[in-house]
T-cell receptor, first 113, second 114 residues
Framework: GESVGLHLPTLSVQEGDNSIINCAYS??????FIWYKQESGKGPQFIID?????DKRQGQRVTVLLNKTVKHLSLQIAATQPGDSAVYFC????????????FGKGTRLSVIA | DGGITQSPKYLFRKEGQNVTLSCEQN?????MYWYRQDPGQGLRLIYY???????QKGDIAEGYSVSREKKESFPLTVTSAQKNPTAFYLC?????????????FGQGTRLTVV
């Protein structure tokens, strides 16, 4: 079936550097994408979302890029901080009403102080 | 404050027992979901409900059961038929509109078989 996947399972970044977390999706019908952050032992928290009619969306220190041609999604974190250490998931959704979000396996981001 | 609450945070089950995990939301969301998360894995969908008194199986529904008698509540029962129930269970609720879906998660229940 269709699935969402991630290129890199782990990522180590020096504090202050920028982080880039990648995600590949295979369902060309998906029109909405979300990035979540999950800290150890907690539920995922919403970071940023993007609709398929957009290529880029910026939040506070985070930017999501969407390349529909190659079905690729990325999350960029500027000036990475120790508090950014967590597992990051991308999720996709098809346009049909309340269909469930489909999650990738996640990337663990470790920030080196 | 509006939110989604899971209880208990930790749960221990003996072999052959059924246990029920609670999920309550006061966000007035129509849809609710249960996901299972194993170490180093992503979230796998167990069951979901788009409206009261209706629910659908997800990818790994075997050994689980749910009910949706009230909009606010979506309890998950892990039955003795689930052979490997030790995992982290996450409940979520969503509301969709204008092409955007807001999905909120509870803090999870960690279930351990003893």
């Amino acid at each position: 079936g269709e699935s969402v996947g991630l290129h890199l399972p782990t990522l180590s970044v020096q504090e202050g550097d920028n982080s880039i977390i990648n995600c590949a999706y295979s369902n060309s019908a998906s029109d909405y994408f979300i990035w979540y952050k999950q800290e150890s032992g907690k539920g995922p928290q919403f970071i940023i979302d993007i609709r398929s009619n957009m290529d880029k969306r910026q939040g506070q220190r985070v930017t999501v890029l969407l390349n529909k041609t190659v079905k690729h999604l990325s999350l960029q974190i500027a000036a990475t901080q120790p508090g950014d250490s967590a597992v990051y998931f991308c999720a996709e959704k098809s346009p049909s009403g309340n269909t469930p979000l489909v999650f990738g396996k996640g990337t663990r981001l470790s920030v080196i102080a | 404050d509006g939110g989604i609450t899971q209880s208990p945070k930790y749960l221990f089950r003996k072999e052959g027992q059924n246990v029920t995990l609670s999920c309550e939301q006061n966000l007035n969301h129509d849809a609710m979901y249960w996901y299972r998360q194993d170490p180093g894995q992503g979230l796998r969908l167990i069951y979901y409900s788009q409206i009261v008194n209706d629910f659908q199986k997800g990818d790994i529904a075997e050994g689980y059961s749910v009910s949706r008698e009230k909009k606010e509540s979506f309890p998950l029962t892990v039955t003795s038929a689930q052979k490997n129930p030790t995992a982290f269970y996450l409940c979520a609720s969503t509301v969709s509109g204008q092409g955007v879906t807001e999905a909120f998660f509870g803090q999870g229940t960690r279930l351990t078989v003893v």
